[in-house]
């Protein structure tokens, strides 16, 4: 079944109006007249409906049963990840929402070669944020999970440490397995965070900060994963330990 995203100002009472990119893509499904297609407001809440004929740029779809999205995970899980090079970011976004991440943020780190800021930032924002549309759209999400880069390691650090869980990937770590924290805590957790670094990993006083500020420095095994799968490792991690495989 077809699904699209809707901002809440485009449901009424009964239907729901696509327009703009949704109405583009409506086109290029070729979606004729008494199909049934599927519509999320992004925030939980999913509406079967019935298309209706498609008029200049917009149509119309005729509301048949609403219901709370069954397929958000229970845990909100965070991935933070230091910028990597070249299209490594639009890997980890788009593996991520499939994944069930709730939201991914980029931040610089001292081994980072690529770094962001200003208008590339934005742009490159942006581009990321599309590319999380679309995987939630695949992925048949209840939510369009947030992108978002921010400019310094600290501030990613503060925020990462904010969950109920905040995991620090780090590969000088040699004490601390994943699953420890995650067997333990994993049933009951709501909130959780994972840092990753980029191609050249973390510095130690960049791993002494997060620890600082009360994240969990934890190995993900004696292997060295690329920048764009470690991520995707320990959040697969996290959502079979929270019963949300």
């Given at each position: 079944?077809?699904?699209?995203?809707?901002?809440?100002?485009?449901?009424?009472?009964?239907?729901?109006?696509?327009?703009?990119?949704?109405?583009?893509?409506?086109?290029?499904l070729?979606?004729?007249?008494?199909e049934?297609?599927?519509?999320?407001?992004?925030?939980g809440?999913?509406?079967?409906?019935?298309?209706?004929?498609?008029?200049?740029?917009?149509?119309?779809?005729?509301?048949?049963e609403?219901?709370?999205?069954?397929?958000?995970?229970?845990?909100?899980?965070?991935?933070?990840?230091?910028?990597?090079?070249?299209?490594?970011?639009?890997?980890?976004?788009?593996?991520?929402?499939?994944?069930?991440?709730?939201?991914?943020?980029?931040f610089p780190?001292?081994?980072?070669?690529?770094r962001?800021?200003?208008?590339?930032?934005?742009?490159?924002?942006?581009?990321?944020?599309?590319?999380?549309?679309e995987a939630?759209?695949?992925?048949?999400?209840?939510?369009?999970?947030?992108?978002?880069?921010?400019?310094?390691?600290d501030l990613?650090?503060?925020?990462?440490?904010?969950?109920?869980?905040?995991?620090?990937?780090y590969?000088?770590?040699?004490?601390?397995?994943?699953?420890?924290?995650?067997?333990?805590?994993?049933?009951?957790?709501?909130?959780?965070?994972?840092?990753?670094?980029?191609?050249?990993?973390?510095?130690p006083?960049?791993?002494?900060?997060?620890?600082?500020a009360?994240?969990l420095?934890?190995?993900?095994?004696?292997?060295?994963?690329?920048c764009?799968?470690?991520?995707?490792?320990?959040?697969?991690?996290?959502?079979?330990?929270?019963?949300?495989f």
């Amino acid at each position: 079944m077809h699904r699209f995203f809707v901002t809440r100002d485009s449901i009424h009472d009964g239907f729901i109006v696509l327009s703009g990119r949704n109405t583009e893509h409506f086109r290029v499904l070729r979606i004729r007249q008494g199909e049934t297609v599927e519509v999320s407001d992004g925030e939980g809440t999913d509406y079967i409906c019935i298309a209706g004929e498609l008029i200049g740029r917009e149509v119309r779809l005729n509301i048949v049963e609403k219901r709370a999205s069954e397929r958000e995970p229970s845990v909100i899980c965070t991935v933070y990840a230091a910028f990597p090079k070249g299209d490594k970011a639009e890997t980890i976004v788009q593996k991520s929402v499939e994944l069930g991440a709730n939201a991914i943020v980029f931040f610089p780190s001292r081994r980072c070669v690529s770094r962001l800021n200003g208008a590339a930032a934005v742009k490159k924002r942006d581009r990321w944020q599309i590319i999380a549309e679309e995987a939630a759209k695949q992925s048949g999400r209840g939510i369009i999970p947030r992108v978002d880069v921010l400019n310094k390691f600290d501030l990613a650090v503060e925020k990462a440490a904010g969950a109920e869980l905040p995991l620090f990937l780090y590969e000088g770590e040699t004490s601390t397995s994943i699953k420890k924290p995650l067997f333990e805590r994993g049933e009951s957790v709501k909130t959780v965070s994972i840092m990753t670094g980029s191609e050249g990993g973390f510095e130690p006083h960049e791993a002494q900060k997060a620890k600082d500020a009360g994240m969990l420095s934890v190995s993900i095994g004696k292997r060295i994963l690329r920048c764009e799968t470690a991520p995707l490792a320990a959040l697969s991690a996290v959502m079979l330990c929270t019963n949300n495989f």
